[in-house]
């Protein structure tokens, strides 16, 4: 009886311990915290809700190679300039077990655009949804949207009911059932969150057991818990950490285009900023490409628009010429042949390239006479600070989310958002025009004439796009190198 019982447990320890090793959880270190994983509330635009909400959600449709492919829905159609309609998914189930309607999708829509702040901003022209079956959805704005359908690529769809059970409340404490590939087992913000694939995916069951999302906060401990084999891809990684992950054959690291930029804005509201020639002068003193060529010879590439090359939209420029000589010929035009003072702000989140990026433009303004005080500080008061138009100059990075131009320049540089200062009619009438038009052809004229007019007013130095730097064991291949840096892990397998 005891030699049976003693085998009985051996074989338990020995199937527990193949189980534990045959286990396939893929382990992520993300470059930030998750802090939340509400899909429609305030958070709903940070980076790291986003990439969280890919693996538990689905969206309507999503673009593949800049062209819409259905997700939840099968068809969509514009049916006049302000309708849309879209056919819903036959067999789809959410991790609840409900069954996926157009209530879902009606409720998910009127819940993001109730919202306060994060995505709710695409969905201001939002008249009305209407679900006339349960696989139709009808979708009114109040005007036209020339990127409609890729604000609705960022939508994630959850149930009526757990929206209603939700009863108006948003952020780190809401849990809301997805349909997608993996649902949530636990979750502590800004620690771990743990996922479980979903047997019963409508694209498939996933070819993991499901995904442990881990935070280290140091860039350096997350590159060692890759390199000991503890975590099994990390994203974000600087230029300076790249080559040490190239070295070893048990990692995989790739570098694609992304959606991340660096800009230099000036207040184009504030003393010497609202003269273009004093900008211009400005960009025109920079070696632009010696600096990018010293800070990101790995992950950047010499900026051509205000927007990377991977946005709708994108249309390059010539690059300024480094001409100190010029610069101080435009400033002595606009009244300052002795240059003046100022203060460059930045955030501390932005990483090391920016601090480095502000000390090397504040060297080269030096050599015409603009003496320039770098300034970094708390990403909140920094950002309040920016909000506030209380400062001289700022540096920064931006990503464009939508993969279009409108989220980006349309909304920081039209001049009702007095987000820089900056204000040309000529200019909000052509973002206006293209915020509205649903021919793609014809934005995509648009914005390349009001590209030219910020590249040719310079609202900001735009120094570099940058890449994104995924790194991975290399036993781990399907993951989907976004170049929002927002990753799909729902084709992963793990060898």
């Known amino acids: 009886m005891r030699k049976g019982l003693l085998a009985f447990l051996a074989a338990a320890a020995l199937a527990a311990s193949t189980s534990l090793t045959d286990a396939k959880t893929l382990r992520v270190s993300a470059p930030a915290p998750i802090n939340d994983i509400d899909p429609h509330g305030s958070n709903s635009v940070v980076r790291d809700t986003i990439m969280a909400g890919r693996q538990i959600y689905d969206p309507l449709l999503e673009f593949k190679d800049g062209e819409p492919v259905g997700r939840l829905a099968t068809e969509w159609q514009q049916v006049d300039d302000k309708t849309w309609r879209f056919t819903l998914r036959d067999g789809v189930a959410f991790h609840d077990g409900t069954s996926l309607d157009a209530a879902d999708v009606k409720a998910s829509i009127e819940r993001l655009a109730k919202a306060k702040g994060g995505l709710a901003r695409l969905w201001t022209q939002l008249d009305s949804v209407d679900a006339p079956d349960a696989k139709t959805v009808i979708v009114k704005l109040k005007e036209s949207v020339g990127p409609f359908l890729r604000n609705v690529a960022l939508l994630q769809i959850a149930p ?9 409340e948003y952020g780190a404490a809401v849990r809301l059932p997805g349909t997608g590939a993996f649902s949530i087992e636990s979750f502590e913000p800004g620690q771990t969150l743990t996922l479980k694939a979903n047997p019963n995916y409508w694209g498939g069951a996933p070819k993991i057991d499901g995904i442990s999302f881990k935070t280290i906060p140091e860039l350096t401990g997350r590159v060692t818990a890759l390199l000991n084999d503890e975590i099994d891809v990390t994203w974000g990684v600087p230029d300076d950490q790249i080559p040490s992950l190239q070295s070893n054959s048990d990692v995989t ?63 390059p420029q010539e690059p300024y010429s480094y001409d100190p000589e010029l610069a101080k010929k435009l400033l002595a035009e606009a009244g300052y042949p002795q240059g003046f003072s100022a203060e460059l702000k930045y955030s501390q989140n932005f990483g090391a390239s920016v601090d480095q990026m502000a000390l090397a433009f504040v060297s080269y303004w030096d050599k015409i006479g603009v003496k320039v005080t770098p300034l970094q500080q708390e990403h909140a008061v920094w950002t309040a600070a920016l909000r506030d138009l209380d400062w001289d100059m700022v540096l920064a990075t931006n990503p464009s989310y939508t993969e279009d131009a409108d989220y980006t320049i349309g909304r920081l540089y039209l001049g009702e958002n007095k987000e820089n200062g900056y204000a040309n009619p000529d200019l909000d009438k052509l973002l ?15 914005y390349a004439k009001a590209i ?15 890449k994104a730097v995924y790194a991975h064991r290399a036993n781990v291949t399907g993951i ?16």
């Open 160 to 168: 009526s009911e757990a929206i209603a059970a939700a009863n108006g």
């Open 253 to 315: 690291v790739s570098i694609v285009p992304s959606v991340l930029y660096y800009y230099n804005w000036f207040n184009s509201s504030r003393g010497p900023f609202k003269d273009a020639r004093v900008r211009q002068a400005l960009w025109h003193a920079v070696d632009v490409k010696q600096v990018v060529g010293d800070l990101l010879p790995l992950t950047g590439s010499i900026g051509k628009a205000p927007i990377a090359e991977t946005v709708f939209g994108y249309a």
């Open 432 to 446: 206006l025009e293209a915020r509205r038009d649903s021919d793609q052809a014809k934005r995509k004229e648009l």
């Open 452 to 466: 030219k007019i910020i590249w040719d007013d310079a609202v900001g130095i735009f120094p570099s796009e940058a």
């Open 480 to 495: 989907q190198l976004a170049p929002t840096m927002a990753p799909r892990f729902r084709d992963v397998e793990i060898k």
